[in-house]
């Protein structure tokens, strides 16, 4: 491995999270906070599907993260198995399976909240998800393969307004992967001065740029290279399937 790439992996979020366990530095804590604010949804959208009311959802998600710091679930995190998107719902069922009991006797928001929850946005997300087609599992794993997609783009987006090209965003981002177009690129091309090899071009780099934040944002969540290209192909699998 070049010294480049272990550098990388020395300093992403998730390897940066799996130390906290044993030094509980502000780094670590922050990043702890920036993952899980990233990550709560797949969550929610998981204890929902097993049937569990908005409320009750939104709650067990919050006393989640409160126990995951409170608790130190990362001591039992395992290096050789370095994915956070498995690490989290697998934490995640044994809370449910250990302290639902006791979450159900406390008076509901009796808690100090780590994260800040928008349970109608929850829910109006939640209104899209497949009705039946797909179980917890599977939706969990959709809603982080999608959240890190919709990441990867808002980047994208926002380098393309820092460098004042945010018109040519908004007009070419549709032939983004999974998008759907609206017009042909000659058209497109023509409403921003440029012609329809400028425009192929245009939209060849922002795919390469694209596909290289989508890298980046699956990087922050393992601690190994040899996990990093199992982990794209399962999320690009899942992010497809309807």
Known sequence: MSDALQQIFATTRWTIILRAAHDASPEALTALTEVCRGYWYPLYAYVRRQGFDPHTAQDLTQDFFAKLIEKNYLAGADRQRGRFRWFLITAFKCFLANEFDRFRAQKRGGGEKPLSLDQMSAEERYAHEPADSMNAD?????????????????????????????????????????????????????????????????????????????????????????????????????????
């Open 138 to 242: 599977l939706i969990y794993d959709r809603r982080w393969a999608l959240d890190l997609l919709a990441r990867a783009r808002t980047r994208l987006k926002e380098e393309y307004e820092q460098g004042d090209k945010g018109r040519r965003f908004e007009l070419l981002s549709q032939f983004l992967p999974g998008e759907q177009p609206s017009a042909s690129q000659a058209v497109l091309g023509e409403q921003l001065g440029l012609n329809e090899n400028a425009v192929k071009q245009e939209v060849h780099r922002m795919r390469k740029r694209m596909a290289e934040l989508i890298r980046s944002e699956v990087e922050q969540t393992v601690s190994h290279p040899d996990d990093l290209e199992d982990e794209l192909r399962h999320l690009v699998d899942i992010a497809c399937r309807r």
